[in-house]
């Protein structure tokens, strides 16, 4: 069975017309054999069958092969476009309870017959979404970001600035009280915090940490122990979720040749892991 038939398998017969509101463009499509499957969600959509409005997240998704003859990816997607589009839905499956709601909102694209479209309702949102909307405290400057529902700045991490990613309390809401309150508490004791994440990541990648280095033949290469472990690491950025949790990216000097280090921390402070990522 082709990849086009088992796509077009999973969702329902009936072509129709809808409004959407775009969160982000196209930045990437996963790969299905000889085709590429691109995606973009949406923050809002307006069924034209019955003019009906719906304030949920969801997504648009199609098919292109690939190949040299390939052009970007089959269509463009302005942040925040309306677009009239002809789609099919999803058939609806029985989510597991890690999977978002917006699983069963998705549309495959059949076409764009209209850019720039215009509907009042969008308009609202496309407004109230485009207006910045920024967090001024003692800590520095955080702009929201809409396309991950976050609040992006630089804060001071024991001597060295970082960037600072604040999840927002709701999905694409418009505060992030939580993670800020964590990322306060944090860095109010910065030594203590930066002395444990550091510790427990040389406790857990130190041994792996020779052996990339033995794997290098680096001649005359120095034995790397915890202690020059943790002077190595380099904080770059951390991420801070509504519910407490961290995840914090340290940069690795080249020890695992250029890949951060990534500490993953639960909402009551305990350390759960550090593995090298990127």
């Known amino acids: 069975m082709s990849v086009q038939t088992d796509f077009e398998k999973e969702f329902e017969t009936e072509e129709y017309e809808m409004l959407i509101l775009v969160q982000s463009p196209c930045k990437g499509a996963a790969n299905i054999k000889d085709m590429l499957k691109p995606f973009v969600d949406f ?26 003859k390939r052009n970007g990816w089959g269509y463009k997607f302005e942040q925040f ?49 485009s207006k910045p909307i920024s967090i001024e405290n003692e800590l520095g400057s955080f702009a929201i970001d809409r396309e991950f529902s976050w609040f992006e700045g630089i804060v001071n991490w024991n001597g060295v600035e970082v960037n600072a990613y604040l999840e927002t309390d709701e999905e694409d809401g418009d505060t992030a009280k939580q993670a800020m309150k964590v990322l306060k508490k944090v860095l109010d004791n ?12 040389a406790q857990e990648l130190t041994e792996l940490a020779n052996e990339w280095m033995d794997a290098s033949d680096e001649i005359d290469a120095e034995e790397i122990t915890k202690e020059i472990f943790m002077k190595r690491m380099e904080m770059s950025e951390i991420i801070v979720s509504s519910d407490g949790s961290l995840s914090l990216f340290y940069n690795d000097d080249d020890m695992f040749w250029g890949h951060a280090i990534e500490i993953e921390v639960k909402p009551n402070g305990e350390i ?5 990522a990127g």
């Open 43 to 68: 923050l809002a959509s307006i069924d034209l069958r019955t003019g009906q409005f719906f304030h949920e997240k969801g997504r648009v998704e199609w098919l292109i092969k690939n190949d040299n």
């Open 81 to 129: 476009g309306i677009y009239r589009v002809t789609v099919r839905k999803c058939i609806p499956q029985k989510l597991l309870p890690y999977q978002s709601q917006y699983i069963n909102n998705r549309y495959m694209l059949i076409n764009v017959l209209e850019e720039n479209a215009s509907n009042e309702k969008l308009e609202a949102l496309k407004e109230y979404y």
């Open 190 to 201: 910065i030594v203590e915090h930066d002395t444990k994440y550091r510790e427990f990541a």
């Open 272 to 276: 759960i892991s550090a593995n090298i």
